[in-house]
């Protein structure tokens, strides 16, 4: 229960390209209201981290998004990114360097993905070739593929596949600031654990610093290195590392959010990552399906793993389905039950017992094949959580919030 897959190392801050953001007692009172929305929040977000935005509907939880970037203009406080006080600066320009994603990507449906994905370039001025670099380098990073993908229209992608451009719209200038607002909302559940292990991954690689507000207590504990947990006028309840407020909610505010079975909702902090994984015979399209089949027995293997040019799972047929073809085929089998390394063992057990393999397939980075997990070594994880927590998981903290205080 140390740490979550994107906790900070320590002493590797060389690597973080995102920036602090620090509020200073800021209020937002929208004309006609008696109370503020928000009501002088003081939150320091530490650079390079993931911080979740958590709280009931109303609580004013996008509005603290929002003004963030402006927006919505503060009615009083300070904001500040980094070293900047960018409360009085010109709104558009914050804008350029802070990436913003909403439910559904928020793509403008009369551009292709290419020309969403190059607004604000464009608005930097950047030269053709650059930004066409720039998209492709970024479809890589949200995994579509560029030639494919590139001059569709939204209205010819899937909720994910949106979403995902939405996020590589947001990066496509290297901001160091990335604000998400409530952004798997609008999908299934399942695309929604990918979108979000996806997330997860983008963000081992590119270190920003990026808020997101959801109304999902089991997605902050999973995306979450830090929770902030609002109530009405975004009244900071606790601010704290997502095993620290499972294991000592601040009040029964906390615990009724956080809901019944803290204890299992643990099991959304381990990983894939974190447990051994099994090797398995691979394969590649076009090979003869009886020499796979024999490499399949001789290993007492149940299944081999087809994979195509980039080492990408694409077929997990039996032994069973390899006795009935004579070759390969180069097709993906969108049945292929697949997790990332970032995925939990929650997801990794959900996407076993919709496919009924009893085990599935782990990617890594840009979706390359790692090893197979099986329902035996989920299990056994899931039993050592359930004693764990049981236990005093306290003792000191991923970090400090001493910097945060209370107002109001
Ligand atoms: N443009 C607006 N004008 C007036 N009141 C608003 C406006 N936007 C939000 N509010 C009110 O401010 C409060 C906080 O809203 P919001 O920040 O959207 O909450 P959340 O995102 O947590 O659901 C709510 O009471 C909402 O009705
Ligand atoms: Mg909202």
Not at 335 to 347: E, K, S, Y
């Given at each position: 229960m140390s740490d979550t897959a994107t906790a900070l190392p320590q002493g590797d801050e060389?690597?973080?390209?995102?920036?602090?953001?620090?509020?200073?007692?800021?209020?937002?009172?929208?004309?006609?209201?008696?109370?503020?929305?928000?009501?002088?929040?003081?939150?320091?977000?530490?650079?390079?981290?993931?911080?979740?935005?958590?709280?009931?509907?109303?609580?004013g939880k996008t509005t603290t998004l929002k003004m963030i970037n402006r927006l919505i203009e503060p009615t009083d406080g300070r904001i500040v990114l980094g070293d900047e006080d960018v409360t009085d600066?010109?709104?558009?320009?914050?804008?350029?360097?802070?990436?913003?994603?909403?439910?559904?990507?928020?793509?403008?449906?009369?551009?292709?993905v290419a020309q969403n994905?190059?607004?604000?370039?464009?608005?930097?001025?950047?030269?053709a070739q650059r930004i066409e670099e720039r998209t492709t380098e970024l479809l890589d990073l949200v995994s579509l593929d560029p030639d494919t993908y590139r001059d569709r229209y939204p209205k010819e992608l899937s909720g994910g596949q949106q979403q995902r451009v939405g996020v590589?719209?947001?990066?496509?200038?290297?901001?160091?600031?990335?604000?998400?607002?409530?952004?798997?909302?609008?999908?299934?559940?399942?695309?929604?654990?990918?979108?979000?292990?996806?997330?997860?991954?983008?963000?081992?690689?590119?270190?920003?610093?990026?808020?997101?507000?959801?109304?999902?207590?089991?997605?902050?504990?999973?995306?979450?290195?830090?929770?902030?947990?609002?109530?009405?006028?975004?009244?900071?309840?606790?601010?704290?590392?997502?095993?620290?407020?499972?294991?000592?909610?601040?009040?029964?505010?906390?615990?009724?959010?956080i809901g019944s079975g803290a204890g299992l909702k643990q099991l959304n902090l381990r990983r894939?990552?974190?447990?051994?994984?099994?090797?398995?015979?691979?394969?590649?399209?076009g090979e003869a399906a009886a020499d796979v089949l024999a490499r399949v027995e001789q290993a007492k293997h149940g299944h081999a793993v087809i994979l195509d040019e980039r080492d990408r799972p694409i077929g997990w047929p039996s032994r069973r389905q390899l006795s009935r073809l004579t070759?390969?085929?180069?097709?993906?089998?969108?049945?292929?039950?697949?997790?990332?390394?970032?995925?939990?063992?929650?997801?990794?057990l959900d996407e076993m017992l919709v496919s009924s393999a009893g085990a599935a397939i782990v990617t890594g980075r840009r979706g390359v094949f790692v090893g197979v997990i099986t329902?035996?070594?989920?299990?056994?994880?899931?039993?050592?959580?359930?004693?764990?927590?049981?236990?005093?998981?306290?003792?000191?903290?991923?970090?400090?919030?001493a910097e945060v205080t209370q107002d109001g």
């Open positions: 060389s690597q973080i390209t995102g920036k602090s953001i620090r509020l200073e007692g800021v209020t937002k009172r929208y004309p006609g209201q008696t109370t503020p929305a928000v009501d002088g929040v003081t939150l320091e977000i530490p650079a390079g981290q993931v911080v979740m935005l958590v709280g009931p509907s109303g609580c600066i010109d709104g558009d320009q914050l804008r350029r360097r802070i990436g913003y994603v909403i439910q559904a990507g928020g793509l403008f449906p009369h551009m292709t994905i190059a607004i604000v370039p464009k608005m930097l001025g950047w030269d590589a719209r947001a990066l496509a200038a290297d901001p160091p600031v990335l604000l998400m607002d409530e952004p798997f909302g609008a999908v299934d559940p399942i695309t929604r654990q990918r979108l979000q292990d996806e997330l997860i991954r983008i963000q081992h690689e590119l270190r920003k610093t990026i808020v997101i507000v959801t109304h999902d207590f089991d997605e902050a504990v999973k995306l979450g290195d830090w929770i902030v947990i609002f109530r009405e006028g975004a009244q900071i309840v606790q601010y704290d590392t997502p095993e620290r407020i499972l294991a000592e909610p601040a009040d029964e505010f906390v615990e009724s959010f894939v990552r974190d447990v051994e994984l099994r090797e398995a015979v691979t394969a590649r399209p070759t390969l085929a180069d097709a993906v089998d969108e049945t292929t039950p697949i997790v990332g390394q970032d995925a939990t063992l929650n997801d990794a329902v035996e070594v989920v299990m056994e994880a899931i039993r050592a959580v359930r004693d764990a927590a049981g236990d005093d998981i306290g003792g000191a903290p991923v970090g400090t919030n």
